[in-house]
Nanobody, 115 residues
Framework: QVRLVESGGDLVQAGGSLRLSCTAS????????MAWYRQAPGEQREWVAL???????NYADSVKGRFTISRDNAKNTVYLQMSSLKPEDTGVYYC?????????WGQGTQVTVSS
């Protein structure tokens, strides 16, 4: 069973930056896809960004140009660098890993952007 632990969430003012981390309990080298999702209060969880084992990245239109996803295989960690944050970026951010046919989620980390 793979465990994912997110960290780095905080309260930040609009226009600010944060870096989220997602650390896995085992090597992420062979993880097919790692992704970030977020869920605002009263809303459905939405996809934010992903990175494949080959380093290909993709972003939701709402964060393109402001967020950057990266992975450090040596540290078993995926990062989400967020800049130019907006109040609408507020929510719980979740890490997801897809390993062959299995999917794993972390417990989430809260990001709050004040206006």
């Amino acid at each position: 069973q793979v465990r994912l632990v997110e960290s780095g969430g905080d309260l930040v003012q609009a226009g600010g930056s944060l870096r989220l981390s997602c650390t896995a309990s085992e090597s992420i080298f062979s993880f097919n896809v790692m992704a970030w999702y977020r869920q605002a209060p009263g809303e459905q969880r939405e996809w934010v960004a992903l990175i494949t084992s080959g380093g290909i990245t993709n972003y939701a239109d709402s964060v393109k140009g402001r967020f950057t996803i990266s992975r450090d295989n040596a540290k078993n960690t995926v990062y989400l660098q967020m800049s130019s944050l907006k109040p609408e970026d507020t929510g719980v951010y979740y890490c997801k890993a897809i390993i062959r046919t299995s999917t794993y989620w972390g417990q989430g980390t809260q990001v709050t952007v004040s206006s």
